[in-house]
């Protein structure tokens, strides 16, 4: 499709598991956006690569979480030593400031990772 | 750093109503943007509406508008002649317009629209 595709769906791991998510943007988009929405919470920023690069990995709770974009297309979300507070709904956006009004961005319909 | 308040969790609409959905921002940054997104219950967060920060006129797309006050940093979302499918969360979001920024969202608002 032409949208933003993000496997899986649905992850349900125990508590000290490994776990990738995985995000697959627009073709062409240059910009990729982690963000984690925790139940009736706003998303919140976890981190944005520009190309192949993380330019901004501020968001990322702590060193648990560590995500990838090695040919600047597909990104993967690692989280180690998952802990029930983990628990949410991963959403993965793309865009391109060269595109659309402002360059807003594409969201996926996320995954939902749930910790047990 | 960026901030966005929501501050109703819920809202209530009858259908082919109005509703202003709130949102105000704090920023320190002179170029920016106002974004609107809705999420239905499926998950996905929909792009609605952008008004620039050196737009001079609201915004509008279709029965969206958006109701910029600069010197009150607020950005209302004004959703005309409700429709039962706008039944959704609705966020509020900005990002400056500056090197490499990220979007920041509010808590959101849940609107519902009752027949």
């Known amino acids: 499709g032409a949208g933003v595709s993000q496997t899986p769906s649905n992850k349900v791991t125990e508590k000290g598991k490994y776990v990738e998510l995985r995000c697959d943007p627009i073709s062409g988009h240059t910009a990729l956006y982690w963000y984690r929405q925790s139940l009736g919470q706003g998303p919140e920023f976890l981190i944005y690569f520009q190309g192949t690069g993380a330019a901004d990995d501020s968001g990322l709770p702590n060193d648990r979480f560590f995500a990838v974009r090695p040919e600047g297309s597909v990104s993967t979300l690692k989280i180690q030593r998952t802990e029930r507070g983990d628990s949410a709904v991963y959403l993965c956006?793309?865009?391109?400031?060269?595109?659309?009004?402002?360059?807003?961005?594409?969201f996926g319909e996320g995954s939902r990772l749930t910790v047990l | 750093a960026q901030k966005i308040t929501q501050t109703q969790p819920g809202m209530f609409v009858q259908e082919k109503e109005a509703v202003t959905l709130d949102c105000t921002y704090d920023?320190?940054?002179?170029?920016?943007?106002l974004f609107w997104y809705k999420q239905p219950s499926s998950g996905e967060m929909i792009f609605l509406i952008y008004q620039g920060s050196y737009d001079e006129q609201n915004a509008t797309e279709g029965r969206y508008s958006l109701n910029f006050q600069k010197a009150r940093k607020s950005a209302n979302l004004v959703i005309s002649a409700s429709q039962l499918g706008d039944s959704a969360m609705y966020f509020c979001a900005m990002r400056a317009n500056s090197g490499y920024s990220t979007l920041t969202f509010g808590k959101g608002t849940m609107l519902l629209v009752s027949p």
């Open positions: 956006a793309s865009g391109d400031r060269g595109r659309g009004v402002a360059g807003e961005l594409f």
């Open positions: 920023t320190s940054d002179q170029s920016y943007g």
